[in-house]
């Protein structure tokens, strides 16, 4: 488990642009399965590929005109629970860290694994998302 002071800016990073932080099973399920239309789900973590690209590139993708209608968050190795269970909604895609979800009505449409993620540019991971919203949103 990561300090609370050292995962506090970046878990604030998506919270100002609208993300909910889920920190228990129970509101990932609920969020996850209440959804209607689409929820954009972020595993975020500490690691430097989140913090030069991903988060970045997840902020850049919301600028759009078609955007997910819910934006949610887990955070690994500091909400475990949470976590291990939003990776339950990623099956087939096994646990990565970090990683975006896209879903429709509850049902995954689109997965970035990390291996998608860390050798990526913020633009190229926002063009994605950007592609995805418009063909799932």
Known sequence: ???????????EDLIQVGFEQL?????????????KGCLLVVVNSVCGCAAGNMRPGVKLSLKGATIPAGLATVFAGVDGEAVAQARKYFLPYPPSSPSIALFKDGKLVHFLERHHIEGGTAQMIADNLTEAYAEFC
């Open 1 to 11: 488990m990561y300090p609370p002071e050292l995962v506090r800016p970046m878990k």
């Open 23 to 35: 920190t228990t099973p129970e509101a990932v399920d609920h969020t996850i399965q209440d959804s």
